[in-house]
């Protein structure tokens, strides 16, 4: 059964929990009997036990610690969304100490636990967390190699590191366990920024693919997600949600549900209303039908009308390159061409509506929330509750996939705000039309390009305009930038002001002659709608605006558009991903618009334009009466540089592809003048079974370029 | 009201209000882990269990219907120890990715799967197309029910 601690940590997911999949019946009578306290103390006993005292992401024990009996615990500020790096940054360990995978477990996103490595996000989870781990990891090989040299009197140079063991090559007789040397003991030694680390020719479990650590919980109704989470006197709790994008609360008529069973408490602080009751169910009636009236605030502008909106707004502009005289070139060009692209609101549309629980005892905090950064919520948590920090511990459990900022992180404040006022566990579930309506949103943004070739076919002037809001109203340790912070009374002052991410791959990576990019970036005032990250921020829109215009150009210049691609593109790595996927996809050259409603497209980027290539390649239909677009088949090349894990990817790919399609042809929010009305998944379709395309991927790997 | 379920086996009596759906029993009541909240609202899927030899959304199904037919949950399939073939070929098919849906397809294809033992792609595709997945793995689930309807071939 749970015969390696792998499988034991991997099963529960988080270590508090750990404790109630101790083999049925036992585990049980443990929880039923022993409950909070249960829980308490194993988590200090493990803490103990593991040596884990410190989240100094300057020293070797914030990272990594080694048992008794030799096994490894990674501690990492990365966290597990469902991409599968938990078990991808276990292999870049066990890499790094010639162990077997197994004998690796991973403890992810716990504010008493973890390093800061700031949010889960923008695909950096393997580029910049697994360069922590493996510098760790490499950190603690040295180490041991060192004492393993003393203890045995062998120089360092003449050992071999098998399976947590280390020998003499010379003598093999001659050895010492990785248990033997620090098991159980903290290192007390700094990370080595230095370290020389596996050469990648040498691997043999960084880039297998190695069967994801947290499927088979998932496939047996072990405890994985935030939802599962059940603490002893746990409260079910409903958060009644303005009935309105601006709406505020006027009156609560409490009686409306006087005599309802279960409920405990009705919870109002300003805007901010919720009802606690005993039972799920019975919260979830009570909140239905509690009475409130709501002044509606100031209206939204017309969905119909939205880009007009956006483009009137007084922006800060930001010119992102500028080469040439652009203004000029396309002035005295006979065929310029022009192109407007939008994207609407679109969301994250996760599968589970957003849950948290949060516990109280002795005023201390514990949220467990499926949040992309523990610390960054913790202060956010700690200024609401109007604590200090080190009241608050924010430990991560798994939600349903995010593809970024949704509503977990106000979920865990209305949880947290919750159990202040009860004074027990409060466990918080979105309905499905509050996470439709409550999730931050992907923005909605206008893309405006001009442009035009010259004689000999290539892009002569080139000038791209992106209107945008910011992609990132994340917490960021602001009470005011979670959900229930305006509403209260006094309300916290909203405190988001960067302008980030909407510029992404607004340049590109051709040549385009005489060009200029430039950002305008809008006030989050003139945005109707909250935005916050969805999965590639700007670059999305960004690239879909340039690709097309690109193909725009190609037919201008009577060229094939991929043959148009390479012809401005001066990198023999995206040349290489576009032929690949040329290859693969058998590519038919063409050099106008196909009339007959099908035909082959293609798009190309270097995401950020410094990161990962990609060639996509698709064949699809268009039905001229409904409009109604079917795609055939999908090839994506793709370079990344070192790969990890080759199924992981495909795995990630494979989604990215029914995501992203799924969005540019069948999504947008939907509102009206005061609230959101695209509530439910008929209101908001996302592409079903019927929808999915053949999918061939294309791994193109480099495991001499950074992952 | 009190209700006597029979659940993987197991008889339980609950004592709730007649509407509850079905769903916040198996979860709350009985501590499982396997139907999920997805939306309340039979849209999605995540919530499914096997009411006799039928796949229903219990999210929707209230527990005064549910009668003396028997209860079967994901974990009611098969057990780490003793996986059901769909269970072993989502692992090795390697078919979620956050895996709050797979719950809702494991389920609604092993319905499938009794009454079309030998399902075509395109059968598993509209048997599944009341399951939403968002992370997008549905290419590798299709796989996953066909590697398990071989596997009892």
Not at chain 1, 417 to 427: E, I, T, Y
Not at chain 1, 432 to 441: L, M, N, T, Y
Not at chain 2, 40 to 61: E, K, M, P
Not at chain 2, 123 to 140: E, F, P, T, W, Y
Request: glycine content about 8%.
């Amino acid at each position: 059964m749970m015969a390696t601690r792998r499988a034991f940590l991997a099963h529960s997911g988080a270590i508090v929990i750990g404790f109630t999949l101790l083999g049925g019946k036992a585990g049980r009578a443990l929880a039923e009997t022993s409950g909070r306290v249960a829980s308490h103390a194993y988590e200090a006993d493990q803490a103990i036990r593991l040596g884990q005292t410190t989240t100094d992401a300057t020293q070797l024990d914030s990272w990594l610690s080694i048992d008794r009996n030799g096994d490894v615990t990674i501690f990492s500020g990365k966290v597990e969304l469902g991409t599968g790096v938990r078990t991808a940054l276990g292999q870049i360990a066990a890499e790094e100490l010639d162990l077997p995978f197994e004998r690796v477990a991973l403890i992810q996103g716990d504010t008493a636990r973890t390093p800061d490595e700031g949010y889960t996000a923008g695909s950096q989870t393997i580029q910049a967390g697994g360069v922590n781990v493996r510098k760790a990891a490499a950190t603690a090989r040295q180490v041991l190699i060192n004492l393993a040299a003393a203890r045995l009197n062998v120089p360092s140079d003449q050992l071999n590191l098998a399976d947590g063991v280390i020998s003499s090559i010379a003598e093999p007789r001659r050895r010492v366990s990785y248990a033997d040397l620090v098991g159980d003991q903290r290192f007390a030694l700094p990370i080595d920024d230095n370290v020389v680390t596996k050469d990648p020719s040498l691997y043999t479990v960084v880039g297998q693919p190695v069967q994801r650590v947290d499927l088979p919980p998932k496939v047996t109704g072990g405890v994985t997600y935030v939802q599962d989470l059940r603490l002893p006197g746990m409260l079910h709790a409903r958060v009644i949600h303005p009935s309105g994008v601006n709406a505020r609360l006027a009156q609560v008529d409490e009686s409306s549900i006087t005599g309802l069973p279960g409920v405990v408490k009705i919870v109002r602080n300003g805007s901010f209303l919720a009802v606690v009751a005993e039972r799920e169910e019975q919260a979830i009636k009570a909140a239905s039908q509690l009475q409130g009236t709501w002044d509606p605030g100031p209206a939204l502008p017309s969905q119909d009308t939205l880009s007009a909106h956006l483009l009137a707004q007084q922006t800060q502009d930001k010119v992102l390159a500028d080469t040439g005289d652009p203004d000029e070139v396309l002035q005295s060009n006979a065929t310029v061409l022009q192109a407007t692209y939008t994207q609407p609101y679109q969301l994250h549309a996760s599968i589970g509506p957003s849950c948290a629980v949060a516990d109280v005892a002795d005023g201390q905090y514990t949220i467990y929330s499926s949040t992309q950064g523990v610390y960054q919520l913790r202060g956010a948590i700690a200024q609401l509750l109007n604590v200090g920090p080190d009241h608050v511990r924010v430990v991560y459990m798994e939600g349903a996939g995010c593809y970024g900022d949704n509503g977990s992180d106000h979920a865990s404040a209305e949880a947290a705000l919750l159990a202040q006022a009860m004074g027990r566990p409060v466990r918080v579930q979105w309905m499905r039309h509050d996470e439709h309506a409550w999730e931050p949103k992907g923005p909605a943004m206008v893309m405006q390009v001009r442009g035009a070739v010259n004689g000999t076919g290539t892009v002569a002037g080139w000038d791209y305009q992106v209107w945008t809001p910011t992609h990132t109203t994340r917490a960021s340790g602001q009470a005011g930038n979670l959900l229930p912070g305006p509403l209260m009374d006094p309300p916290a002052p909203v405190a988001i002001s960067a302008n980030f991410g909407g510029d992404l791959n607004a340049i590109t990576n051709y040549g385009l002659g005489a060009n200029r990019v430039t950002a305008h970036w809008l006030p989050l005032s003139a945005s109707p709608l909250r935005p916050s990250a969805l999965r590639s921020l700007g670059a999305m829109a960004n690239t879909f605006a340039n690709e097309s215009f690109m193909d725009e150009l190609a037919a201008s210049a009577g060229a094939d558009p991929l043959e148009f691609r390479l012809r401005h593109l001066n990198d023999p790595r995206g040349a290489a991903v576009l032929q690949a996927a040329a290859d693969q996809f058998s590519w038919q050259p063409r050099t106008a618009p196909s009339q007959s409603g099908s035909g082959q497209g293609l798009a190309f980027v270097r995401y950020v334009n410094a990161l990962t290539y990609v060639a996509t390649m698709v064949d699809l239909s268009v039905d001229p009466q409904s409009g109604q677009v079917t795609l055939g088949r999908v090839v994506v090349a793709h370079d990344c540089g070192l790969i990890i894990n080759p199924d992981g990817l495909k795995n990630q790919i494979e989604g990215n592809v029914i995501q992203s399609a799924s969005r540019a042809i069948l999504e947008q929010v939907t509102f009206d003048t005061s609230k959101i009305t695209s509530v439910d998944w008929s209101t908001y379709p996302i592409f079903r079974f019927d929808a999915v395309p053949k999918i061939d991927i294309v791994l193109v790997n480099h495991p001499d370029q950074p992952a | 009201m009190t209700f006597t379920l029979t659940v993987n086996g197991q008889q339980h009596v609950v004592d709730v209000a007649a509407d509850t759906p079905l769903l916040y029993i198996l979860r709350n009541d009985l501590q499982l882990n396997g139907p999920k909240f997805g939306c309340g609202l039979s849209q999605c899927g995540a919530c499914t269990v096997h009411l006799g030899d039928r796949a229903i959304r219990s999210c929707v199904t209230p527990v005064s219907t549910v009668g003396d037919e028997p209860i079967t949950t994901l974990e009611g399939l098969g057990q780490p120890d003793a996986l059901h073939p769909l269970q072993q070929a989502f692992i090795d098919e390697q078919a979620a990715q956050c895996g709050y849906c797979t719950n809702g397809m494991i389920m609604s294809a092993a319905a499938v799967l009794k009454q079309n033992p030998q399902p075509s792609d395109a059968d598993i595709k509209q048997a599944l197309q009341g399951n939403l997945c968002r992370c997008g793995s549905h290419v590798r689930v299709v796989r996953a029910v066909q590697r398990a309807a071989e596997s009892q071939a």
